[in-house]
T-cell receptor, first 113, second 111 residues
C-alpha cells in the first residue's frame, strides 16, 4: 500500500460525458501528479500540482483539467469523453516539488463506451 | 533525458537472482538512473535510483558501470511476486513530472 488513494477504482461512462477522478496523496506529501496509461501510449505524464498550484504540464488535453484543494487532495476532470480516453489514470504524490521517488496509487480504470 | 534501452522480456526461476540490464549510452553527468516496476496494472512502484555508485536497498541492488552507459538491476532472490514490468529511467530533472516510462522489461518469475 503506497498510501495514495484513488477513487473510484472503475468507471464506465458514455462518449460525450464528463467524469471526475479523485486522489488523496500520502500524508505529508505536497505534490500530486497525474498520469495516463493506455494500451498504445504507455504511461504518460499529464500534470503536476504542488501545494495547490500547477507546477508542470505534460500531454494533457484541453478537455482535461485538474486542481489541488487546500486539503491537498486532487481531482482530474475529463470532459467530452471519447472512446480513446479509455485508460488507466494514476495519481502519484511526493514530498516536495522535485522528487523523483513518487508513490503511485492503484489507479482508476476508465472505460468510455 | 537520455533514452534507455531494455530487453522486452526476461525469465527467472524463483529463488534465483534476476539481473535486468539497461542501456543508457547517452546519459549525461547530472542524470540519475531510476528503476520502477509495475505489477499487472497496479500503480508503478519505486525501486531504487543511483548516479555513479552502486546502490542497495531492501528491494534490490543497482550496479552502474564506470562509464555510466549501462546499469543492471539485481533482485537477489526473485519470487513469484516479483513478476512485473520493470522500467529503467534516466532523469536529470529530479521530478516525477518528467519521468518517461518506456516499454520496460517484462520479468516472468517461474517455479
Amino acid at each position: 500500500d503506497s498510501g495514495v488513494t484513488q477513487t473510484p477504482k472503475h468507471l464506465i461512462t458514455a462518449t460525450g460525458q464528463r467524469v471526475t477522478l479523485r486522489c488523496s496523496p500520502r500524508s505529508g506529501d505536497l505534490s500530486v501528479y497525474w498520469y495516463q496509461q493506455s494500451l498504445d501510449q504507455g504511461l504518460q505524464f499529464l500534470i503536476q500540482y504542488y501545494n495547490g498550484e500547477e507546477r508542470a504540464k505534460g500531454n494533457i488535453l484541453e478537455r482535461f483539467s485538474a486542481q489541488q484543494f487546500p486539503d491537498l487532495h486532487s481531482e482530474l476532470n475529463l470532459s467530452s469523453l471519447e472512446l480513446g480516453d479509455s485508460a488507466l489514470y494514476f495519481c502519484a504524490s511526493s514530498v516536495g516539488q522535485m522528487n523523483t521517488e513518487a508513490f503511485f496509487g492503484q489507479g482508476t480504470r476508465l472505460t468510455v463506451v | 533525458d537520455a533514452k534507455t534501452t531494455q530487453p522486452p522480456s526476461m525469465d527467472c526461476a524463483e529463488g534465483r537472482a534476476a539481473n535486468l540490464p539497461c542501456n543508457h549510452s547517452t546519459i549525461s553527468g547530472n542524470e540519475y538512473v531510476y528503476w520502477y516496476r509495475q505489477i499487472h496494472s497496479q500503480g508503478p512502484q519505486y525501486i531504487i535510483h543511483g548516479l555513479k555508485n552502486n546502490e542497495t536497498n531492501e528491494m534490490a541492488s543497482l550496479i552502474i558501470t564506470e562509464d555510466r552507459k549501462s546499469s543492471t538491476l539485481i533482485l537477489p532472490h526473485a519470487t513469484l511476486r516479483d513478476t512485473a514490468v520493470y522500467y529503467c529511467i534516466a532523469d536529470g530533472t529530479g521530478t516525477a513530472s518528467k519521468l518517461t516510462f518506456g516499454t520496460g522489461t517484462r520479468l516472468q518469475v517461474t517455479l
